[in-house]
């Protein structure tokens, strides 16, 4: 059997398994907010994932609890009835101890499986439940830093020694223009992508005009210091509303007291002027873009700008998400798979927007140019920036 | 001054009077939800916008009430303060004959200053000002309607003999083949537009088809008898959270005993086998596209498809508002206008789908190819429904 | 048939429409919150408790409408389903002329019928029924000053001319001893009593002091200059759960700007000091008598107060309702009566206080020294204020 | 120092610690609702409150850690903000064994100053604490069940083996009775009471009875099996409505499904028809009680009846607390303490009924005849029952 398979299964299960170590049982238990799952719910799932999709694929029926099955399927109506999203917090017994064996037990079983061989519908499963880890692996650490901030004492889940050091990001005013036209955007089928990456197509652009670097925190201060939380004429009506109800005056975690802080991994942290503005929501991206005099790129435009010609990329990206001007929305001809991996993307395409990239809690080579994220327009518990985009001259 | 602006001026605002005339007082002031507006204050706000862009523009400050300018006032952030949308229905004083007098005041002061003569940006004002009624007349039949079917007894607005007869609509299973291609969509900019309509710019698109008819009551009635609103595999996420959360069954206003009946302008009707299906979410457009084994055109799709090159338009529309697969979203280059006219469409580009064609409820002449309308996908108040589509033939 | 019945017949149904005069229909429909009615469903329930109670029982089956008994009937869990209590602003139909011309036909139905004259037991329902409709007497003018409140430019009910002068009221700070012991309190039957009255029963009081005047306008300004509503310690814990939630800072319907001003049933007025204050809630009044180094009264030291001895009454009442420190609850060997009427007070007796007095809202002659009005703890649209008590010298 | 209370110091401090033994870290994390609080708050609030009120007394500012200040005060205003109380299960840090080590070392000072003497004052906090901490027992155990009933799986906090016996229950409908007149109730001084059950003081009561043994389960599945839960006659307006909103069709627990089930510290059990009813609230004891064509006594009819004469007292208690129908108020002349300890009850004498008796999860000689213990009417997850009283011949 494919070793390489073999070896990054061990590898991406490990690794989760390597983030939950920081942590106490009582840390992995709680759910502080409906749209957050509990640390241990999430070793639970990605494992009830392999053995929904593989196991009792591959024997037709293993052994699986029923309690397991109600428990840890997370969306899946073709699975069956579900314990409540918002309810994942109240459940204590499988214990921690029981998850992590309830891991290895079908590690195991895996193993055993891929170690005889399986055909090739087999092991693309095993690929998807590979980057579905990884995708709770970048909602382990999101969850636990909003769970962990809602402690009034900032306890930190790593030391600040550990934070890995931020590269100096390119300018966010720096624009580079781009001609726009007949261009190609989606997987082109080398590799592993999710199903919403799918099918490539051809899209119309206009002249467009994008960013080198990300929006950051200095920036960011610009815009609340100059009244852009106040300023009901920069938002969106619905982001206006939000900003209202929810009282928003910064990103998410930021406390302004004595200067800017911000409550992360490592506790509460001084804001750094130079790092990437992140946590904020989609319509405070656009706010900010409005308040800037620009606007947010598409999800096409910035595909095209980043993968353009023959010239190597002028952006670098992967410190925070960037949330695009894009609904998500499903590409031309996409077609939704049979069966509950049907449901894996198709049916979130309503109502969120897409953003593109990747962060600093995003898995390595977790993400790649085609790869669409989305999220709700309110939400920002996760690494969440943006980069500015503007219209070009004007073609006709 | 343009004797066809003073003409159309009276006509469209005694069209507004004319739909208020079978109501009393009360009928006119209550409110049932957030979402709909009382009929009195449609009267009083489509004036009030005569008043604010209009008048006190020409005027320099038109001697216009504080409490009108706050209680009429429906968004406009650039305008000021407002009440509250959802507590509109508790305002009596003014009361309706008040807003009578409110309207007459105002006409005359237009009309005397249309008759003297004013420049091109006042004409425009005043034309924005007549589709802003018209599409005030449309919602308030539906709030009306709203408002009526809260009571259980089934109060009727006007007699059934005075239903228009409504023509033998096309069927909806024969679809209709269009070859796609780089196309240009948007208006042309000869006659009216709304912002949101421009500007003219060029779409890709993939080969499709599209329905000549849209659904029908009938359509829908076997949707439901095989379980349409039961089967969470049809829906998308945010809309089977809706069909539990709400309980639908069927769409608004149906009422399922002893036949299917529906609260109407009417009173209480039976259903029509043969009449477009309305008064559904785009989650029920959706989910029927889906179990129907199509799926929503795109406004691009639309739009090209009904206004399609030579040959006379295959399609016939404006029975029922027809929800597509496209988020409202801003045209490439977009741009808001200055002040607070600006605020009209912009700042709702969020979380909506835009609606093509037009309803029984829309005044003649008001809507065109062009025409967006845009709602939540929850939201069934309106005059909604589908045209279903399909991909056409592979290209590749 | 009982000339006196039939005159008081006319009398208070003639005052429940002098109430409503100054109003239109758009007034008399609307209803702002769960708790107040619209002023034409209290002209319509009130007619419909002497069709139920009187022309049904009289006729065995008068010909009622179902809607109308629907509609109308506020909380008969014994006569059927009803209109929900928040719901009755949304009824339009029947309007204000209708509902007018149904209690035509009511009062001449009930005037025929007594003319020819109705045993004892139908007389009680008459004499019950007008009872009833001046506690909705009151009521109907809360609720309309609640109403009115909603609107930010202060409507008046009634020019400021026609408000009753308020007689200097007695001093809130002067306190008359009572020396307690066994002491009957509750109805003795002489006239009518409504059930929750009786039985007329013994209870055993402490010493207590009662004070001779209620609190004032300018006692309560003292209390919020001196922080009452911003100290936890002064209040009971449901109480400050509710100041916080509701951010209360004073009486309802008080506007502090430029001084102390009220909404009243005159518009905006400013505060006078010597006036009692009102509307508040119990858990104000209670805290209230704590900053004062007092208590409330509880309900038998307040009747046995006004009742006492031999010597003319040292007390007035009538100006506010008076929390006391009771909750309502059954007197001892209270009977809840057979049918329908049984469901006039008894089903209340949990969660409420008991308030003795009456208001200047209070129709003349309708409340007694035996009267116990209720409502929760946390309601304010009544007229209602308070009175100190504190504990007497001890007699052990 | 009193050896005594060192010794019950160490043995109520050691109970609480033994019902945690059974619990993970995750079971004593969670909070399910508002009303309950996590099993390691209990043991770290307990602690609390030696620290705050015997040990920072004694040293005029012990050394305390402002984040226990903060997070383990339940409600004292006196002593500052605190946690929110819904938001106790949130908190993971401090985790279990911290707070264990918390306990330890506080007890470890109580201890060491117990051991030099204190004052009669401190001794009487320490007193104050202990009965306290019997409370919080009480509270541990029903909110553990709690927790672990949001668990569709049943699990047991203990094994079944481990239920104690229940002994035959008296007859709930063999009623006893007694004469009434002038009657003294509350506490008479005699070794420890809470502030609420002074001053002992006279109250009158009419003749009455009251049942020889608690409504049992098979009693109340006879009032499910009428119909109790769907007529609307036998409730309280508040009952009713909560009965339609929450859905209640039999007691907290109970699963009807192959005969009777209810959710239990030792996992799903079958109901015991003979034994005491529990997890019902005031609405519904009040419901049965119409049913059964009796009422609830009120605390003084209990009281009396339990204490009465010279005659061995005819009833047995403390299988569950029994709901009477007096709302909790302060008796005459109860005066709360000063100082933080004057929070204790007086604060939540609004809104809540009394029980009197004792539960199968009240500590031994924790309570007593004249106990006053109070919850929501609403309220279920705490051992609640009831027993049945009747009015007496009538006396005149």
């Given at each position: ?166 590269p100096a990001s390119a300018p966010?005013?720096e624009m580079i223009a781009f001609s726009?036209?007949?261009e190609?955007i989606?997987?082109d089928?080398n ?18 005009q994008l960013a080198r670097g990300v ?86 435009e910035w595909e095209t700008a980043i993968t353009c010609g023959d010239s190597p990329t002028p952006f670098s990206y992967g410190e ?36 593109r990239g990747g ?8 993400s790649r140019p085609t ?16 980069r ?9």
């Open positions: 059997m494919s070793n390489a398979l073999i070896q990054r299964f061990l590898s991406v299960r490990e690794q989760t398994l390597s983030l939950s170590r920081p942590l106490s049982e009582a840390d992995m238990t709680v759910q502080a907010a409906d749209f957050v799952s509990p640390g241990s719910w999430h070793l639970a799932h990605t494992t009830w994932f392999f053995e929904e999709f593989f196991l009792c694929a591959l024997n037709n029926r293993w052994p699986q609890s029923e309690p397991y099955r109600f428990l840890f399927n997370s969306y899946y109506e073709n699975v069956g009835r579900r314990q409540a999203q918002g309810k994942r917090g109240l459940i204590t017994r499988p214990g921690l101890s029981e998850i992590l064996r309830y891991r290895r037990t079908v590690d195991q079983a895996v193993l055993e499986a891929l170690d005889k061989g399986v055909g090739k519908e087999l092991q693309d499963v095993v690929e998807l439940g590979l980057h579905h880890e990884q995708q709770h692996q970048e909602l382990f650490l999101t969850d636990i830093l909003y769970n962990l901030a809602q402690n009034p004492f900032f306890p930190a889940y790593r030391p600040a020694a550990s934070r890995p050091k931020r966010s005013s726009g036209g007949l190609r989606g997987h089928g590799g592993f992508g999710f199903d919403n990456e799918f099918p490539r197509h051809w899209v119309y652009l206009e002249p467009f929006v950051a925190n200095g920036d960011w201060i610009r815009f609340i210091e100059d009244g852009g939380y106040r300023n009901p004429l920069l938002w969106l009506a619905d982001g206006w509303k939000t900003v209202q109800a929810e009282q928003w005056q910064a990103p998410l975690y930021w406390i302004i007291r004595d200067g800017y802080h911000s409550m992360t991994l490592e506790g509460l942290q001084a804001v750094v002027p130079e790092a990437p503005v992140a946590h904020i929501s989609y319509f405070e991206a656009d706010a900010f873009a409005r308040w800037a005099g620009k606007r947010l790129p598409t999800e096409a925070v998400w960037e949330w695009t001007a894009s609904p998500y929305a499903p590409y031309p001809r996409f077609k939704i798979r049979p069966g509950a991996i049907g449901e894996y993307n198709g049916k979130f395409m309503c109502g969120q927007y897409v953003l962060s600093s809690a995003t898995p390595p080579g977790h790869y669409r994220n989305f999220f709700y327009p309110h939400q920002r518990w996760q690494f969440t920036g943006l500015l985009a503007a219209d070009g001259p004007d073609a006709d």
